[in-house]
C-alpha cells in the first residue's frame, strides 16, 4: 500500500530531459520506434568515444568557481554554450550533452543572460572542494525537507518495509539483474542501464583487447529528473580515469529546493569509489574504477523500479530485462574449451595469448573469490578473455557490493545452476507463448475457412 501524498508527487513527475525515443510529446508508433532506435543505436558507438562534452563542463566550473559580477557568469555561460555547440555533431547521442542543453537554457533564463555577447576564454579549472563529511544518520535529516522526501518516512504507518533490489554491471562485462539473473553480454556501445520515472542510466562499453570482442565500461551517465520540492534535475557523468566527486554541474546535492540534501555524491575514494544516495527514492549508486575500467551497482526499492513511463515497454534496459539474447555469450562452454585445451588462453574470436592458463586464472581469482560461484566465474573468463589482472579485483567490488546493496544475503551468490534453472524458466515461457500464439492461429484458420464456406 503506498502512502496518498507519494502517490501524488510522484505521479506529476515530469522529466526534463528525454532519452530515446520516449518523451512527453506524441507516441510514434512500433515502427516508427523500431527505425528511430536502430540509427540511433547504430550511430551511438562511433561518436560517444569522441564526444567531448566533459571538458566543456569542466572549463565552466572553472570560470565559475569564484562568484563574481553577474556579466562574468553571463559572459563564462555563453563561452560554455559556444563549447557544447562545437560538440554537437561527436555528442548528439550523449546524455551529458542534452542535459548540458538543457542546463544552459535554465540557467541563461534564470540569470537574464542574453545569447548574443562577449565570451571569453575559461581558466585553469580549479581542483575539486574536499569531500563533505558524512551524511547524518537518518533520523537526525527531518530538517533536510518534507516527508516526500524521505523514501520510508513518506510510506503509511503499519505497512511492511519496501523490498529493495539490486542490479550490478562489472568486468567484461557481466551483469545481475534486479531478478537476480546473471549474463555475460557483448554490448559495445552505449546501452541503458535503467529509465523510469526518477531516473535514467547509460554505460557505454569500448573494446578492452583489440581483435578481441572482449568490451568493459569506460563510461557511465546518470540523470536523476526532477522531483517537486525534493531536488532538481542532476547529471552525474564518470568515464576512464575521470571519476568526479559532484554532479555535472559541480553540486554535490540536488540543488535549491527544500529536500535538496536527500540527494547527495559521496567520494569515499578519490578517483576509484563514489556513492551517490538518493534518499527521496530510497535509492544507493556505487560506482567503481577498476583499472581502466567502471563498475556499476544499485540499491532500488521495487517501486521504483518498476515506475515505467506510459507508453514505454523497457525491453532495451539491461538491468530490467537483461542483455539481448543476441547479445549474450554462454561463458560455462568458454571455460570448458579452455579447461579442455588446458593450455595458455585464448580471446573470445580464437587469436592471440594473453598470459593466462586455465589453471592459473582460476588460482587468481580464488585469492579474493574463495567461493566457486558465478562472480569466481566471471573472474576467471575475464582474465582467460583479456588477460587484464584488474578484473580480478572488478569481479571481487562487484560482490562486496553486492553484500552491502542486496536485500537478501541467502541471494549473495548466484551459482551456474541457478543460471541454468532460471534460463530454463525463460525457455518454458517462450515456448508456451509460442505454442498459444499459434494454437490461436489454428482456431482463426478454422474461423475464416468456416465463413468461407
Same mark, same amino acid.
Given at each position: 500500500?503506498?502512502?496518498?501524498?507519494?502517490?501524488?508527487?510522484?505521479?506529476?513527475?515530469?522529466?526534463?530531459?528525454?532519452?530515446?525515443?520516449?518523451?512527453?510529446?506524441?507516441?510514434?508508433?512500433?515502427?516508427?520506434?523500431?527505425?528511430?532506435?536502430?540509427?540511433?543505436?547504430?550511430?551511438?558507438?562511433?561518436?560517444?568515444?569522441?564526444?567531448?562534452?566533459?571538458?566543456?563542463?569542466?572549463?565552466?566550473?572553472?570560470?565559475?568557481?569564484?562568484?563574481?559580477?553577474?556579466?562574468?557568469?553571463?559572459?563564462?555561460?555563453?563561452?560554455?554554450?559556444?563549447?557544447?555547440?562545437?560538440?554537437?555533431?561527436?555528442?548528439?547521442?550523449?546524455?551529458?550533452?542534452?542535459?548540458?542543453?538543457?542546463?544552459?537554457?535554465?540557467?541563461?533564463?534564470?540569470?537574464?543572460?542574453?545569447?548574443?555577447?562577449?565570451?571569453?576564454?575559461?581558466?585553469?579549472?580549479?581542483?575539486?572542494?574536499?569531500?563533505?563529511?558524512?551524511?547524518?544518520?537518518?533520523?537526525?535529516?527531518?530538517?533536510?525537507?518534507?516527508?516526500?522526501?524521505?523514501?520510508?518516512?513518506?510510506?503509511?504507518?503499519?505497512?511492511?518495509?519496501?523490498?529493495?533490489?539490486?542490479?550490478?554491471?562489472?568486468?567484461?562485462?557481466?551483469?545481475?539483474?534486479?531478478?537476480?539473473?546473471?549474463?555475460?553480454?557483448?554490448?559495445?556501445?552505449?546501452?541503458?542501464?535503467?529509465?523510469?520515472?526518477?531516473?535514467?542510466?547509460?554505460?557505454?562499453?569500448?573494446?578492452?583487447?583489440?581483435?578481441?570482442?572482449?568490451?568493459?565500461?569506460?563510461?557511465?551517465?546518470?540523470?536523476?529528473?526532477?522531483?517537486?520540492?525534493?531536488?532538481?534535475?542532476?547529471?552525474?557523468?564518470?568515464?576512464?580515469?575521470?571519476?568526479?566527486?559532484?554532479?555535472?554541474?559541480?553540486?554535490?546535492?540536488?540543488?535549491?529546493?527544500?529536500?535538496?540534501?536527500?540527494?547527495?555524491?559521496?567520494?569515499?575514494?578519490?578517483?576509484?569509489?563514489?556513492?551517490?544516495?538518493?534518499?527521496?527514492?530510497?535509492?544507493?549508486?556505487?560506482?567503481?574504477?577498476?583499472?581502466?575500467?567502471?563498475?556499476?551497482?544499485?540499491?532500488?526499492?521495487?517501486?521504483?523500479?518498476?515506475?515505467?513511463?506510459?507508453?514505454?515497454?523497457?525491453?532495451?534496459?539491461?538491468?530490467?530485462?537483461?542483455?539481448?539474447?543476441?547479445?549474450?555469450?554462454?561463458?560455462?562452454?568458454?571455460?570448458?574449451?579452455?579447461?579442455?585445451?588446458?593450455?595458455?588462453?585464448?580471446?573470445?574470436?580464437?587469436?592471440?595469448?594473453?598470459?593466462?592458463?586455465?589453471?592459473?586464472?582460476?588460482?587468481?581469482?580464488?585469492?579474493?573469490?574463495?567461493?566457486?560461484?558465478?562472480?569466481?566465474?566471471?573472474?576467471?573468463? /575475464? +582474465? #582467460? *578473455?583479456?588477460?587484464?589482472? =584488474? @578484473?580480478?579485483?572488478?569481479?571481487?567490488?562487484?560482490?562486496?557490493?553486492?553484500?552491502? $546493496?542486496?536485500?537478501?544475503?541467502?541471494?549473495?551468490?548466484?551459482?551456474?545452476?541457478?543460471?541454468?534453472?532460471?534460463?530454463?524458466?525463460?525457455?518454458?515461457? /517462450? +515456448? #508456451? *507463448?509460442?505454442?498459444?500464439? =499459434? @494454437?490461436?492461429?489454428?482456431?482463426?484458420?478454422?474461423?475464416?475457412?468456416?465463413?468461407? $464456406?
Amino acid at each position: 500500500m503506498q502512502s496518498p501524498s507519494l502517490t501524488r508527487e510522484r505521479s506529476e513527475v515530469r522529466p526534463r530531459a528525454g532519452w530515446m525515443v520516449m518523451g512527453e510529446r506524441g507516441r510514434p508508433s512500433a515502427l516508427e520506434v523500431c527505425r528511430v532506435l536502430a540509427v540511433f543505436l547504430s550511430l551511438l558507438p562511433s561518436v560517444s568515444l569522441q564526444c567531448k562534452i566533459l571538458k566543456c563542463n569542466s572549463e565552466f566550473w572553472a570560470s565559475t568557481s569564484n562568484s563574481g559580477p553577474e556579466e562574468e557568469f553571463c559572459t563564462a555561460l555563453r563561452t560554455y554554450n559556444s563549447c557544447v555547440r562545437r560538440t554537437a555533431r561527436t555528442c548528439r547521442g550523449d546524455l551529458a550533452y542534452h542535459s548540458a542543453q538543457h542546463g544552459i537554457e535554465d540557467l541563461m533564463s534564470q540569470h537574464n543572460c542574453s545569447k548574443e555577447g562577449p565570451t571569453s576564454q575559461p581558466r585553469a579549472r580549479t581542483p575539486l572542494p574536499p569531500p563533505p563529511p558524512p551524511l547524518l544518520p537518518d533520523s537526525q535529516e527531518h530538517s533536510d525537507g518534507p516527508e516526500v522526501c524521505h523514501y520510508e518516512r513518506s510510506l503509511p504507518r503499519n505497512t511492511s518495509p519496501p523490498n529493495y533490489t539490486h542490479c550490478g554491471f562489472f568486468g567484461d562485462p557481466h551483469l545481475r539483474t534486479f531478478g537476480d539473473d546473471f549474463q555475460t553480454c557483448r554490448v559495445e556501445g552505449a546501452w541503458p542501464l535503467i529509465h523510469n520515472k526518477y531516473l535514467s542510466v547509460q554505460v557505454t562499453n569500448t573494446p578492452v583487447v583489440p581483435g578481441s570482442l572482449a568490451t568493459a565500461t569506460s563510461k557511465l551517465t546518470i540523470i536523476f529528473k526532477n522531483f517537486q520540492e525534493c531536488v532538481d534535475q542532476k547529471t552525474y557523468h564518470a568515464e576512464t580515469d575521470e571519476l568526479p566527486a559532484a554532479f555535472a554541474d559541480g553540486s554535490k546535492n540536488g540543488g535549491d529546493r527544500h529536500g535538496a540534501n536527500t540527494l547527495r555524491v559521496v567520494e569515499k575514494v578519490p578517483g576509484q569509489h563514489v556513492e551517490i544516495q538518493a534518499r527521496y527514492i530510497g535509492t544507493t549508486i556505487v560506482v567503481r574504477q577498476v583499472g581502466r575500467y567502471l563498475t556499476f551497482a544499485v540499491r532500488m526499492p521495487e517501486e521504483v523500479v518498476n515506475s515505467v513511463e506510459e507508453g514505454d515497454n523497457q525491453d532495451l534496459y539491461l538491468c530490467l530485462h537483461g542483455c539481448p539474447v543476441n547479445q549474450r555469450i554462454d561463458f560455462s562452454n568458454f571455460r570448458a574449451r579452455a579447461a579442455e585445451a588446458h593450455s595458455v588462453s585464448r580471446t573470445r574470436s580464437g587469436t592471440g595469448t594473453h598470459g593466462f592458463t586455465y589453471q592459473s586464472a582460476k588460482a587468481k581469482c580464488k585469492e579474493r573469490l574463495p567461493v566457486e560461484d558465478l562472480y569466481f566465474q566471471s573472474c576467471v573468463f /575475464d +582474465l #582467460l *578473455s583479456s588477460g587484464d589482472i =584488474n @578484473f580480478t579485483m572488478a569481479a571481487y567490488y562487484a560482490f562486496e557490493d553486492v553484500k552491502m $546493496l542486496h536485500s537478501n544475503s541467502k541471494r549473495y551468490h548466484i551459482f551456474e545452476k541457478d543460471a541454468f534453472m532460471s534460463n530454463a524458466a525463460q525457455r518454458g515461457k /517462450d +515456448l #508456451l *507463448s509460442l505454442f498459444l500464439f =499459434n @494454437f490461436l492461429a489454428v482456431l482463426l484458420w478454422i474461423e475464416c475457412c468456416t465463413v468461407l $464456406l
